[in-house]
């Protein structure tokens, strides 16, 4: 079985343009979670999707956004980047109940110039 | 507001030492707790779940502990190995979306 997968692995954007990240999650899974880890901060919680809408959203600017798709993958889209937007974007997959263990990608590696 | 803490950030221990990595969080309401393993650069891999109403769980040389009254928890490393050299991170699930320690970097000297 395959596991969370993303692309691009790496990314360089400069200042001002937007990146699009995707993700795919693990067969059987309808939800898909968005974490930022940047340089020197804990991972933070960006975004949750669940049956193609967003459930809930975690402390960032409205440049932050995405959709899930009916096949269950994701976009995340970030505007008009700031240089604190460099960082290890993750993102997770589960069945979508809250007791259930998410499955992490390898990151798409996020830097802008 | 849920915030959770892992204590020591850094960990240096020779080979084959039993060691045990701690974190706690405010908010003893959760659904569960995770902890994972982070390589450098790459992505998490899960280690171990513990359901709120679980005490604890093992795997392999992995015990992980869970006292939600007291909000804390610990992983347990049996005879530490060079390739167990990582940053250990551990989440709780509040609700939506789960919340981290910022880790402890484990190093396993042969």
């Known amino acids: 079985e395959a596991g969370v997968t993303q692309s691009p692995t790496h990314l360089i954007k400069t200042r001002g343009q937007q990146a699009t990240l995707r993700c795919s999650p693990i067969?059987?899974?309808?939800?898909v979670y968005w974490y930022q880890q940047a340089l020197g901060l804990g991972l933070q919680f960006l975004l949750w999707?669940?049956?193609?809408?967003?459930?809930n959203r975690g402390n960032f600017p409205p440049r932050f956004s995405g959709r899930q798709f009916p096949n269950y993958s994701s976009e995340l889209n970030v505007n008009a980047l700031e240089l604190e937007d460099s960082a290890l974007y993750l993102c997770?997959?589960?069945?979508?109940?809250?007791?259930?263990?998410?499955?992490f990608g390898p990151g798409t590696r996020l830097l802008v110039l | 507001k849920q915030e959770v803490t892992q204590i020591p950030a850094a960990l240096s221990v020779p080979e084959g030492e039993n060691l045990v990595l701690n974190c706690s969080f405010t908010?003893?309401?959760?659904?569960?707790l995770q902890w994972f393993r982070q390589d450098p650069g790459k992505g998490l891999t899960s280690l171990l779940l513990?359901?709120?109403?679980?005490r604890e769980q093992t795997s392999g040389r992995l015990n992980a502990s869970l006292d939600k009254s007291s909000g804390r928890s610990t992983l347990y490393i049996a005879a530490s190995q060079p390739g167990d050299s990582a940053t250990y991170l551990c989440?709780?699930?509040?609700?939506?979306?789960?919340?981290f320690g910022a880790g402890t970097r484990l190093t396993v000297k042969p």
């Open positions: 997770a997959s589960s069945h979508g109940r809250q007791s259930e263990t998410q499955y």
């Open positions: 067969s059987g899974h309808t939800s």
């Open positions: 999707y669940d049956e193609g809408e967003e459930r």
């Open positions: 908010d003893s309401a959760i659904y569960n």
């Open positions: 513990i359901q709120s109403s679980q």
């Open positions: 989440a709780v699930r509040p609700g939506n979306d789960m919340r």
